[in-house]
């Protein structure tokens, strides 16, 4: 052991027995309190980490729902413009007055799409 260590394990070991005690009775104590300290910061620690992925998850949740909601919309709006664009070509077809490719450019809708209308 070198002199650093021992020298002071030797200062200890000659005090008098009530001393000792006193010096072995605070250290005990400091070292329970480190122990305690310790067992604290990582029970905190812990239960941060449970209440933040608790936040992240429902932060998560709310931020997924309204990117669905607003992507469910977006497609219910384009099917909508579609089928008022189909709607809108299978009458012009049934008046019979105008060509496919007017009732096309009048819908919005290719000539190919037209023409699979007309066929229904």
Do not use: C, W
Not at 35 to 51: A, C, M, N, P
Not at 84 to 97: K, P
Not at 98 to 112: N, V, Y
């Amino acid at each position: 052991m070198s002199d650093v260590y021992l020298n002071p394990l030797m200062k200890i070991a000659q005090l008098p027995a009530n001393e000792r005690l006193g010096y072995e009775s605070s250290l005990k104590d400091y070292r329970d309190f480190m122990s305690t300290h310790e067992t604290s910061r990582l029970d905190g620690k812990k239960i941060g980490l449970v209440e933040g992925e608790k936040i992240g998850l429902e932060k998560g949740e709310k931020i997924g729902l309204e990117k669905g909601e607003k992507i469910g919309l977006e497609k219910g709006e384009q099917i909508g413009a579609l089928k008022t664009a189909q709607a809108i070509a299978l009458n012009l077809l049934q008046l019979g007055i105008l060509p496919e490719t007017e009732i096309a450019r009048i819908a919005g809708l290719t000539l190919t799409e037209v023409q699979r209308l007309k066929s229904v």
